[in-house]
């Protein structure tokens, strides 16, 4: 499977059709058809639903052009990061992260590094722990801020001795918001909004113990700010970190921490025995500064 013909694929696919996508890429009609009909034959499957006027992807074509569009944005990242390892240093660290409290400590690193660095530009990605791994094992991310539990064996990285609390969202309105803590026993029978991760979720579950079998899931949600509207919306309560919540507009949404407390560790974290762009490589040793600095020990925050 060439990477040029995946391009070609690519342009097809979002141009809905063979004249366009061929003069786009400035090659014939003919020559752009025979292409498309050859990667069918060497995937072995249907890619295309050819229509009298427009042309649409099966589902086999839909999983192609995800794996095709990661596939290229790897292939034109590295071409970049070899063109760029005898210059300057400039160029691009992607970070990963979801909204975590650990995120707090991003802005103090990159401000010190630009000062540093100034051609450095940086690409923030935020999801899950799950996704962002993923990623990063991929090499599409290079540096992970990580809520635990998570498998980091392949990984390099720095634990914090800060934790993220776990709490309890409801609108203002909510009964439950006159305690100053929520208990097991206080949800039970109610709609439920858990995390997505199924490690996280099970932490979640010990936290209910022999209650939990009472409980009402009605959704799982990947990030806090997505099953906030749902809590917002009057559609159940979200048990969440509370790293995004001071960002939040208390008159919409209110937190209270469970009882008894929950706490997750984070890391941030970059893959072990992979050459790092010098961007990269420089970056993870202002990581490492800054957190064996008084300012991060100030802060309670580097776990050796």
């Known amino acids: 499977m060439e990477i040029r013909v995946l391009r070609y694929f690519l ?3 979002r141009e809905g059709g063979i004249n366009r996508a061929a003069e786009i890429l400035h ?13 069918e034959d060497e ?8 229509g009298a006027r427009k042309i649409t992807l099966t589902n086999e074509g839909i999983l192609l052009r995800r794996r095709a569009e990661e596939i290229l944005s790897l292939v034109d990242r590295t071409q970049k990061e070899l063109i760029l390892q005898d210059e300057l240093i400039e160029g691009r660290v992607v970070i990963g992260c979801g909204e975590m409290a650990a995120v707090r400590f991003l802005p103090e690193i990159i401000a010190s590094f630009h000062e540093k660095y100034p051609q450095v530009t940086y690409d923030i990605f935020t999801a899950n722990a ?20 998570i ?10 001795k800060h934790q993220e609390r776990w709490v309890l969202l409801m609108r203002p309105d909510d009964p439950l918001s006159a305690k100053e803590a929520v208990s097991p026993e206080d949800l039970k029978g109610k ?10 979720r099970n932490e979640v579950s010990n936290w209910f113990g022999d209650l939990f079998p009472q409980t009402q899931v ?11 509207l749902m809590v917002q919306g009057g559609l159940g309560y979200s048990i969440v970190i509370e790293g995004a919540i001071p960002f939040w507009d208390a008159k919409k949404i209110l937190s209270r921490p469970l009882s008894p407390e929950i706490y997750s560790d984070s890391v941030f974290a970059w893959k072990r025995s992979q050459p790092l762009t010098p961007a990269v ?3 993870v040793k202002e990581m490492k500064c800054f957190f064996t600095t008084s300012s991060a020990e100030n802060n309670n925050a580097f776990k050796a």
Do not use: W, Y
């Not at 995937?43 to 050819?50: A, C, H, Q, S, T």
């Not at 962002?132 to 539990?149: A, C, R, T």
């Open 151 to 160: 498998d980091i064996e392949k990984f390099d990285f720095l634990r914090l």
């Open 218 to 228: 009605l959704f799982t949600s990947n990030l806090a700010t997505n099953s906030a």
């Open 281 to 283: 490589e420089r970056f």
């Open 11 to 13: 342009t097809v696919a």
């Open 191 to 200: 709609p439920l909004i858990l995390p997505a991760r199924a490690n996280v």
């Open 27 to 39: 090659i014939t009609q003919p020559t752009l058809s025979r292409q498309l009909a050859a990667l």
């Open 130 to 149: 799950d996704v962002v791994k993923e990623q990063m094992e991929q090499g599409l991310i290079d540096i992970g801020v990580l809520l635990e539990p």
């Open 43 to 50: 995937v072995g499957v249907k890619l295309f639903e050819r």
